[in-house]
């Protein structure tokens, strides 16, 4: 009995998962630096890593997006082989600060246009990903679970661009696990990934990016909550960890 009232919970959270994810900002970051990845073409990639910033031929005056999920990057770009343009994967370390920065002129995509939103940088919040075989990207949803993409406007790249510490590039390694999918060694793709971690946001930032409905956040008595947390433990041993 216990048993089917878990169920039935869980169908009901699954049918309203946008309002039960968890959002969290997982990623490779130190006391000062956080890394964030974009996919380039071959010219935009080189003149980056030979300025360390980036110059011409990329353009200020278009939204850039930056993700710090290395799975979800792998995802968006097919690890390097989804297109030309997006054949070069790079790592920017930026100053948190500045990173915090941005992400506090953001406002949060959610389901209006992007061209009608006013602020200079805006977050979306989705679906994190794990490694599959599924033939997504090599990547399967996990739905209780979002990930976050930040996209920066014309008015705002200055302003990244002023936090680079440095860029990486890390089409090799995003090129392996592909390879090492194709050949279906998920244990070998696995063990390339970044060991990323849960960055420990401040509150007016936890706040600002609608990251309230995390599971702490809700009574874990009740239902609801059980069935939650039954769902999402899971998803917590498997995650390893956009253009």
């Not at 948190?96 to 949060?108: C, D, I, N």
């Not at 008595?221 to 769902?231: D, F, I, Q």
């Amino acid at each position: 009995k216990a048993t089917v009232s878990v169920l039935y919970w869980l169908l009901i959270i699954m049918s309203r998962k946008e309002f039960y994810a968890t959002r969290i900002i997982r990623g490779v970051f130190t006391d000062t630096t956080i890394r964030v990845y974009q996919a380039y073409n071959n010219e935009i990639a080189d003149a980056a890593l030979k300025a360390q910033t980036f110059v011409e031929p990329w353009k200020s005056t278009r939204t850039t997006w930056i993700k710090p999920s290395m799975i979800w990057m792998g995802y968006r770009c097919g690890w390097g082989h989804k297109d030309k343009n997006q054949k070069r994967v790079l790592a920017i370390d930026m100053n948190l600060e500045g990173f915090y920065t941005l992400v506090k002129m953001a406002s949060v995509h959610e389901g209006s246009s992007l061209k009608a939103d006013k602020n200079p940088v805006v977050v979306q919040w989705d679906p994190e990903r794990i490694l599959s075989q599924s033939v997504d990207g090599y990547t399967e949803k996990q739905p209780l679970t979002r990930s976050i993409q930040i996209g920066i406007k014309p008015g705002a790249t200055d302003l990244f661009q002023k936090h680079i510490v440095a860029i990486t590039d890390v089409t090799e390694t995003f090129n392996a696990i592909y390879t090492l999918m194709e050949q279906k060694d998920i244990d070998g793709a696995k063990a390339l990934l970044a060991d990323e971690q849960k960055l420990p946001v401040p509150e007016d930032v936890y706040e600002l990016l609608h990251m309230s409905n995390e599971i702490k956040k809700r009574p874990s008595e009740s239902p609801v909550g059980e069935a939650v947390a039954a769902a999402e433990a899971p998803v917590a041993e498997v995650e390893t960890s956009t253009t």
